[in-house]
């Protein structure tokens, strides 16, 4: 008998669906001994017998009902006004909603105050949960939801959205998968009437792109030729970068590679030369490869990583 009385539990509620009725459910507490005296004594009144002249108590069925009721009958879900005027006898010609509008009589008839995301709702039915990146709130029977600020993972979202919020936010986050184009910078390079135009696209941790120089007719080179890049190397350096080609249009071209230099977020234009006999590399100015003039375009195509590590180079001197 004692193991039995061990396992015994102050309190249990389980949940019933109300006779004859679909969807329409009932929670209903255990009431034991212990319990059923304290709200029989709850309901304990006391009168004076006149013929006895001494004091009696009696249970009042009204309150011990009351009272009754309230311990066992913990609460309900699934009520609706159509089921209701089933049971009793109740008049819904003045209602502002129709039966088959209200899906939830127990919410729609409560006073309880709205209440904030992760806390009680006011139905067992109605219940909001916080994520990492959602915020929501349920006010009444309306769940609104809000980004939580710098949480949304870009790799989850559309490439089209993705780049979207790149252009609004101007950032540049690893793993973007984007296209945009860009203006690039030549240094020792005046631009004047020409043209300078560049694209790129990332790529997980990778950047590939070009940038192109056409010349115009005040167009001047004045030193060694670098370029800006759209995005810095978190290699430094990186060696190389990408090749490039200088064309002096209709006649001839030369080849070479872009290599990265100590200021990271550019790039030196670095030409071939064999008049030595052997394949080396100077870096491209006003004379070398060949003089350029309008109509005559340097295009340099880049291919690097922005996150992560990887081999590096030494610094190349111009």
Not at 37 to 49: G, T, Y
Not at 135 to 144: A, C, N, R, Y
Not at 284 to 307: K, Q
């Amino acid at each position: 008998m004692s193991m039995i009385k061990n396992l015994m539990i102050e309190e249990k509620i389980i949940e019933v669906e109300f006779p004859d009725s679909d969807g329409f459910l009932v929670k209903l507490s255990y009431v034991g001994r212990d319990k059923l005296m304290k709200i029989r004594n709850r309901a304990l009144v006391f009168k004076f017998n006149k013929r006895t002249r001494q004091r009696e108590e009696e249970v009042d069925n009204d309150k011990f009902l009351e009272e009754y009721s309230r311990e066992v009958i913990r609460g309900w879900k699934g009520l609706t006004i159509r089921e209701l005027a089933r049971i009793l006898p109740i008049d819904t010609a003045g209602a502002d909603m129709t039966a088959s509008d209200i899906t939830d009589f127990e919410t729609a008839v409560s006073n309880n105050t709205d209440v904030s995301a992760n806390t009680s709702a006011r139905h067992d039915a109605v219940t909001v949960t916080d994520s990492s990146e959602i915020d929501f709130t349920l006010t009444g029977q309306d769940i609104t939801a809000s980004i939580v600020a710098g949480s949304i993972d870009e790799t989850k979202l559309d490439t089209s959205v993705n780049a979207s919020l790149d252009l609004a936010d101007g950032s540049v986050q690893i793993n973007d998968i984007i296209k945009q184009s860009y203006t690039p910078t030549w240094a020792n390079v005046t631009v004047g009437n020409g043209t300078s135009v560049g694209n790129y696209v990332v790529i997980g941790d990778f950047v590939s792109g070009e940038a192109v120089l056409t010349f115009g007719s005040t167009t001047a080179i004045t030193g060694n030729v670098y370029v800006t890049l759209p995005i810095t190397p978190t290699d430094t350096p990186v060696l190389p970068l990408g090749v490039i080609t200088v064309r002096d249009t209709g006649v001839r071209q030369a080849g070479g590679i872009l290599h990265t230099q100590t200021n990271n977020d550019q790039g030196l234009l670095r030409i071939f030369e064999t008049s030595l006999g052997y394949a080396r590399q100077l870096s491209v100015n006003a004379t070398r490869p060949f003089a350029l003039s309008t109509g005559d375009n340097i295009l340099v195509n880049f291919y690097y990583r922005i996150g992560g590590t990887g081999a590096g180079g030494g610094i190349i001197d111009p």
